[in-house]
């Protein structure tokens, strides 16, 4: 198994959730989350003087999934979560080594 | 006519509890929306106070209360530009400054249209909507305030009773939400996403501001400080109370939970239909229009899902209906006993009032539906209504005001530009 | 007697300032609570003002007000329904309304009723305790009332000073908590677990509006606006001063620290000790009774670890025991010089006043203690009076109201179920 | 003289909406500062009420408005403790108990003192600044509220026209701001980091609060409920709309984008100018010196950056500087159509009245900004001034007061020490 | 060592730590977070219309441990974070390379 | 690649930043969490009453970054992020299989 970690712009969740359905991806952890990167923050104004917000609002998203599945994940993630425009986030893949669902103390795939 | 000392306190405390409306309004507003848009809520209502109050002090107030220039239909200039502060309006006999009588009535132009904000939310253009607040004072607050409220305009001369705005404000407010977001359009993923309120407590607050603000409304039309505002504030407080039962208990009925946002939203439909009646009904009927006015406005906010209108905060629901439920009850509830201006069907006045009534809803609903959905369709046209979609995506604080409304996280990584 | 328009602005005012001390109470008391239970706080105090003005229309303000029965035990039915409007209270010369009068009282028995919302925080269940509120109104508060505050009701014959309902509002509501909150049982993990206030900032925004609108409470009982009222005004505003000072200075020796919520609680703890002696003492026993109530108060709200009752937000120690204080400091304080209605042991009254002052005291406590206990035990019974386990746990805001207060994220994920 | 019950309800009124005003500014500046300094902003702000209250009945209400020590330069002990609470202030002919008017002055006292709290935000000691603020209401506050305020005084003998306190009030606090924050120093990190508002519907709220209250301030500077009370009320009003205006469009050209800060603060900008003049000019002239202040709000906010002195929420610039418009405003706008005491140039009166507020403007910024410097040195080198560097850093709500201000997840982890 | 990540109840943390502590694990870091899932959501009211919120507020644990000590945190985090019902959560491992302590730079388990 | 994750006192990310970007590093994601561990949290007062909060509040970075940059990050980290005073933090690394950049779908280090 693997843990998928997604960095997506905010309003793009309400596109990538049902991509992920159709794979028969339901279960997401999401955090809400400051990116810093390439997009240059934004520029935002306070009593006339202007300032640099360095960072962009951002949300996180990880999921763990079987190994077989992660190819299709990651490209129904790109094409979900894509706007072509900068800033528009990362995607990472880490090893999992033991999954268990705490209801059952199942383990492994049967746990997703 | 003299001053009195006591009537000015209580109009001026009227005046300033009406302004206190208008945040209060802003509150109620901004914490339903969602939290990227909740500062262009209060920017658009904090605005509005000094475009309207400006454009009132210019030409507004003499086109509502100035001298009749023919037929009950308009008010001529005579108080362009506050002149004549000292004249006192045509057909009224108050122990009041004159001046605090304009400015009274400043507040309630004030607030008529910024209710406006609530229908048009989360998509509205600052400027587009100033403008348009700018024309809309003009065109449709100050003629119908001159029909209802100047004593020398046309409705009132027929025998409308509108104590305190059922026609002029509150239907006035829900028809004119119908024109502009039927102008408008939808905001993006309406119906389909829930656009749940960002902070219940925030839209509490303002419902209780907004609560208290109401008794200068209503009771401070009363003009002076007597039974008869005694009255009028007792009679507003128990509507809100029967509209928060009202709603509540639907709702409950309905869903098996009674909500927080229904309690408040109950009580403010209870005090736009208290608003027509509060000087003319005793308080058993005031109980009795706010249980009303709580079940007609909960029925009535549906009605957009099934219409299919965008009106975001539910301003023709809750203004629209239940100013109509008001202005009707005023016909059928009006007793001699507290005000002998006029008698409903349960006084035994008969059909009559109930007639004047009705005529009133139709005239005020068609006349601010039509000039409304002219000048949305104007201002749309040159300066523009309605703001870009990736606007609208990103939220309009940012988009438009380049602010953000809550920074909790202590604003790690912000620096000056320059300094 | 005449009315007079100045009398009459000032209670309308004041009439409006303690309506507006509901929604203080509901932001005080739910910036305090987790979370997840605030919207149940702000929906109990909502829905309380309207359950309560009801009743008090229908029949509690005539048990308290009407004419009485006989001894000074109860009021009879003449004000029922809010029946002759135009009728005074026996024994008060009022130059305004006896409706303004009605209705300035209905925002004291709605405010003393929300109190107790405090008490039973994050566990009481909605009907449950509307219910509760509805009883308690006719059977501890009216009773209460007629005694006190009616010239002809028993404690007030016998002499007893309480200028804005030491005995009425803050002993009633102190001892009625004490045994709602012993018939509700602790709160799920109370006294391990902390339960820190969630938003201090809307708390301070409560105790911003009970301050101001405690002017109202007080002043407003001088029911003319002349010298009384300026001196209660004053004594009210100088008594949060002092009850600020002394709980902080305490607060700060004791721990090393002065708190923002313990400057807001010693302010409250003021106004609850002022509210019986605002029109009896002058304004330097004003900042004393203050200072005392702040140091009183300090101590109280610790009893409850001591004692084992969860009284989640401190009706007991707060209004309880200050109320306490503040009526048994009119026997020490009360000058001539303010009221000639009576002299405490420091203006050569002697002893006397004192007595009555602790009678009062003795048998507000008892008589609210032992009938709210009662009210409390059979509501239990039938309707029930608390939330089951779980809907604690998950908080009463989604498992009661179906309502989250707060959805700053933007709330992604909603949509709606039908349209 | 002759009591007058409404023109005392209408002080008490005003009274209570000035106090209101303290936890309005409380908020308007917690909003602007990071969330883990907020509550040592409300602390500040809600002890400060209660600590010039106290120095206020004991001394400084005798120094400002007891019987002339000689020269016009102090008031004398007379009123020492409240003593003679019902002789009137030497000069003042007014229909209101003397206790009124006090009460009235006590809150102007403690907002004046209230608005350094934005000056030295998240870096002043809490028992520093108190003990500061006693102080500075004695030698700073008082003087200068004898010289202009008292009728004896040699400013006011002069003929300086000062309504509600342009010199008294917004320049002193302006200039003893500047005084405050050169001697206290810049925040760790100023001008680098941008420490933007954690919470703009806070503010915004706080905003509203102080429109409402401003009414207090400046229409209940008339004294009496009459035409004069009546003009400032709407002037008041319109200065607000314009320097919200102004402020809003000049910030539109520079950025492209008007912020709803910017429209608060414009706001009250307006209501600062307008201060000393709202008793003295109509409605026309009120808009427009609204309109320069706004303009004039803007661009001076920015000279902190340029000069490099830390004047955290910009009580210099939004004060000090609409202050000085104000004052100056009332040379050139004032007419005797409203008032007869003065006319200025636009009314026929010359340069004459134009060069007693210039007078007045150098007077209280000159003194204040020495006399403050000095209290705060004194302080600075004794009790400290200023929290350590650790304490900023981790935030003073932590740091000094021990507390969080929001608490949203529910605050697991937390558990009472010993019960 | 592996990083252990559970997600849970958000209640349910007052039973876990002590669960912990009883191994002697007592560092974590936590995370407020939205889950989707199985669990499938809850309705809302927004005056008198139902909506669907469908995400349930977690707390997201993240814990490193020593190798050895995995099998029985997950046994612990397993039994105390249970109640049986739907959405209890999950916990997954991945191995850690390097571990550092900030204050000392204490590299591997003495970092933990 | 590897998935660098820190722990950090909040008001230490405005000296971190600028340690990184001298290295090039200038993509990172940002969540405040709470941390638990040694430094054992704080008193608060409510009412007079003291209680024990038993974590504070920390910023918690993660960045991906190439395997040769892994070193010279952990030790920028650690010098950057240091007061010296307890709870500091921790870093641990643990390793990425894929890396995607959604906008454009580039794979591996040039997603960085
Ligand atoms: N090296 C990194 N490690 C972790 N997160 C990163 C990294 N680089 C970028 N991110 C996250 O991805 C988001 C988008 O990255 P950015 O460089 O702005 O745009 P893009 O990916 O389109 O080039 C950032 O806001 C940040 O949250
Ligand atoms: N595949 C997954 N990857 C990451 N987190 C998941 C995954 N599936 C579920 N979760 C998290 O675990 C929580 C509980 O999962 P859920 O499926 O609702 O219940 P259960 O684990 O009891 O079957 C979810 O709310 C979500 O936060
Ligand atoms: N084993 C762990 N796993 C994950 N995070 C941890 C662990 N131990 C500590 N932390 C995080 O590191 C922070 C600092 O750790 P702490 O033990 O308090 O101080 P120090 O690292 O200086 O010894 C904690 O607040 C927590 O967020």
Redesign the interface.
């Known amino acids: 198994?693997?843990?998928i970690?997604?960095?997506?712009k905010?309003?793009m969740?309400?596109q990538v959730?049902p991509a992920l359905e159709q794979l028969g991806v339901?279960?997401?952890?999401?955090?809400?989350?400051?990116?810093?990167?390439?997009q240059k923050?934004?520029?935002?104004?306070?009593?006339?003087?202007?300032?640099?917000?360095?960072?962009n609002p951002?949300?996180?998203l990880e999921m763990?999934v079987d190994d077989l599945q992660?190819d299709a994940v990651?490209d129904a993630?790109?094409s979900s979560?894509?706007?072509?425009?900068?800033?528009?986030?990362?995607?990472?893949?880490?090893?999992?080594?033991?999954?268990?669902?705490?209801?059952t103390?199942e383990r492994g795939t049967d746990?997703l | 006519m003299p001053i009195d000392a006591g009537d000015t306190a209580w109009l001026m405390l009227c005046t300033a509890l009406v302004l206190f409306m208008a945040p209060g309004l802003a509150f109620f507003y901004g914490g339903m929306v969602r939290s990227k848009h909740v500062l262009s809520m209060l920017a658009q209502n904090f605005a509005v106070i000094a475009v309207v109050s400006v454009v009132w002090v210019v030409v507004g107030y003499t086109l509502a209360f100035g001298p009749d220039v023919g037929g009950g239909l308009l008010g001529g200039l005579h108080f362009a530009g506050f002149a004549n502060p000292n004249d006192a309006v045509p057909g009224l006999h108050l122990h009041v400054p004159p001046i605090a009588y304009a400015t009274f009535q400043m507040m309630f132009a004030v607030l008529t249209t910024a209710l406006l904000t609530g229908a048009g939310a989360d998509r509205m253009r600052f400027s587009g909507f100033l403008a348009f607040a700018g024309l809309w004072v003009l065109l449709v607050y100050a003629p119908l305030a001159h029909w209802v409220f100047s004593p020398v305009g046309w409705l009132a001369r027929r025998g409308l009773l509108d104590f305190a705005g059922g026609t002029v404000v509150e239907i006035n407010a829900g028809a004119s939400a119908l024109a502009l977001v039927l102008v408008l359009g939808k905001r993006r993923g309406w119906p389909h996403d829930a656009m749940a309120p960002h902070s219940l407590p925030l839209t509490l607050l303002g419902a209780g501001i907004l609560w208290f603000g109401w008794f200068g409304f209503n009771a401070g039309s009363a003009l002076s400080a007597g039974d008869l505002a005694a009255q009028a504030l007792v009679s507003t407080h128990l509507a809100a109370c029967g509209g928060l039962l009202g709603w509540a208990a639907l709702e409950w009925r309905a869903t098996g939970h009674a909500t927080t946002l229904g309690a408040a939203s109950g009580a403010i439909a209870g005090l736009v239909a208290i608003t027509p009646a509060a000087g003319y009904v005793n308080s058993g009927a005031a109980i009795v229009i706010g249980l009303l006015a709580g079940a007609a406005g909960l029925y009535a906010v549906r009605l957009k899902f099934r219409h299919g209108y965008d009106d975001s905060l539910d301003v023709v629901g809750v203004h629209g209906v239940c100013g109509v439920v008001g202005t009707l009850a005023v016909g059928l509830f009006a007793t001699h006993t507290v005000n002998p201006a006029g008698r409903g069907l349960f006084d035994g006045g008969g059909l009559h009032l109930l007639g004047t009534q009705a005529l009133g809803v139709v005239v005020a609903a068609g006349y601010a539906f039509a000039v409304t959905a002219l000048i949305a369709l104007v201002v749309q046209k040159t300066i523009g209504l309605r703001v870009a979609d990736h606007m609208e995506l990103q939220g309009l604080d940012r988009a438009v005001h380049a602010e953000t409304a809550y920074e909790h996280g202590g604003g790690f990584g912000s620096s000056n530009r320059s300094f």
């Open positions: 198994m693997q843990l970690t997604a960095i997506i905010p309003f969740l309400d959730r339901y279960g997401m952890t999401v955090t809400e989350v400051s990116g810093f990167g390439r923050g934004h520029t935002e104004i306070y009593r006339g003087a202007e300032y640099q917000v360095s960072f951002k949300l996180r763990v992660v990651l993630l790109v979560a894509r706007t072509g425009s900068i800033g528009d986030g990362k995607i990472w893949t880490t090893p999992v080594g033991a999954l268990v669902r705490v209801r103390g746990a």
